[in-house]
């Protein structure tokens, strides 16, 4: 029972290069979501999607493009990364309905040199 | 902008003693989670509460959700080294989006 899954768990990059992490779910869950976490700043929210083919801005958007191809994959692209984009980075789903937990991922920590 | 602050950001306790954390804003929410992380894994739902005034206990833990639902409370009674990890609070916007706490931190020592 796999849950999230994300890929790669670690990695370095220059400034200016570019890179997208995957998270997968097998749970067939609709919502899923694309998180940042910094010391001191809690989890702040990047992107949305709450089904297939949609997606929608959080908090700090700035930066990153996310798409959502199929129901069970949710991907976060940085085109042209930048120091402040270091941080540990969690994907997390749920299913539809108020009040849902949301299931995480076990993070990807960057490292944008 | 919402924010929800909790409080204290660190916490260092002896095993037994009891502790409060709280989570505070000045935004109404449709309800309120608790969820615990440990280092190099994502966190973990502990609990939901919905409606204002509500108590829910987890064994050892007690969650208490504002009458406002602008806040809420996390009391843990006689800590064990296995309560340490990050507390985070996250308070719902509809049905499917939620604001994260800034995260309590508590270590309990044996």
């Known amino acids: 029972n796999a849950g999230v899954t994300q890929t790669p768990k670690f990695r370095v990059l220059k400034t200016g290069q570019s890179m997208t992490l995957l998270c997968a779910q097998d749970?067939?869950?609709?919502?899923m979501y694309w998180y940042r976490q910094d010391p001191g700043m809690g989890l702040r929210l990047i992107h949305y999607?709450?089904?297939?083919?949609?997606?929608a801005k959080g908090e700090v958007p700035d930066g990153y493009n996310v798409s959502r191809l199929k129901k069970q994959n949710f991907l976060l692209g940085l085109e042209s990364a930048a120091p402040s984009q270091t941080s540990v980075y969690f994907c997390?789903?749920?299913?539809?309905?108020?009040?849902?937990?949301?299931?995480f991922g076990d993070g990807t920590r960057l490292s944008i040199l | 902008t919402q924010l929800l602050e909790q409080s204290p950001q660190f916490l260092s306790i002896q095993e037994g003693e009891n502790l409060t954390v709280y989570c505070n804003s000045s935004?109404?929410?449709?309800?309120l989670q608790w969820y615990r992380q440990e280092p190099g894994e994502g966190p973990v739902l502990l609990v939901t509460?919905?409606?204002?005034?509500e108590v829910k206990k987890l064994k050892r833990l007690t969650f208490q959700f504002g009458d406002a639902r602008k806040d809420s409370s996390l009391h843990i009674t006689a800590a064990q080294p296995g309560d340490t990890g990050l507390y985070l609070c996250a308070g719902g916007i509809g049905t499917y989006k939620y604001i994260f706490g800034t995260g309590t931190r508590l270590k309990v020592l044996a």
């Open positions: 935004s109404v929410f449709s309800s």
């Open positions: 999607s709450v089904g297939e083919g949609t997606t």
């Open positions: 749970m067939n869950h609709e919502y």
């Open positions: 509460v919905v409606t204002g005034g």
């Open positions: 997390a789903s749920s299913t539809t309905g108020g009040n849902q937990p949301q299931h």
